[in-house]
């Protein structure tokens, strides 16, 4: 299994959605739901348009652990999911490919992962830094580390911290603040 990193920079993420948005609103949404939401691709791709119009939560059954799970639609993602939903049939896939199917995790790997490139990133990006980029802000944001291992239903906060990148984080800055 390959570990790949959340984006730790902000400015990054703003590069990123700037080219994005210049692609596709598709893409830009794709994005912008991972890094909002902290939802694995999986469960991304299985959003159907009715999850989400005139919508304030979004309720899923993550596909990985069979679990209900259920959180607020943010005020980023709200008008976004408006403009993307206009028009479109209620029962359809929310993320559809060129070919009118549901979009694959293969697709969505490509777009990320091209847009990184973009943008200058060169450290490892997948689909799952999309939730682990959304781990790593809200951590920095509220330092609950107790309400974000909920959130990714981790079973331990240390699990939640290796995660995110944190650990790592830390020990780095424990090395370089050390001098003897």
Do not use: W
């Amino acid at each position: 299994m390959n570990i790949v990193e959340p984006i730790r920079k902000k400015s990054d993420l703003q590069k990123i959605e700037n080219i994005l948005r210049k692609q596709s609103l598709r893409d830009l949404l794709l994005f912008t739901v991972g890094t909002n939401c902290g939802l694995r691709i999986s469960d991304i791709l299985n959003l159907n348009v009715s999850d989400v119009r005139n919508k304030d939560y979004i309720s899923i059954t993550e596909k990985k652990t069979g679990k209900y799970k259920r959180f607020p639609i943010n005020s980023k993602l709200k008008p976004m999911f408006a403009k993307f939903t206009q028009n479109r049939n209620i029962d359809e896939p929310l993320f559809l490919s060129v070919f009118n199917n549901r979009m694959e995790r293969t697709q969505c790997y490509r777009i990320v992962n091209t847009a990184c490139r973009k943008a200058g990133i060169d450290y490892k990006i997948g689909t799952h830094t999309l939730r682990k980029t959304f781990g790593y802000h809200h951590y920095q944001k509220f330092k609950d580390v107790a309400v974000l291992q909920k959130i990714f239903n981790h079973c331990s906060p240390q699990v939640t911290l290796r995660y995110i990148g944190i650990d790592q984080d830390m020990i780095d800055e424990s090395y370089n603040n050390f001098v003897l």
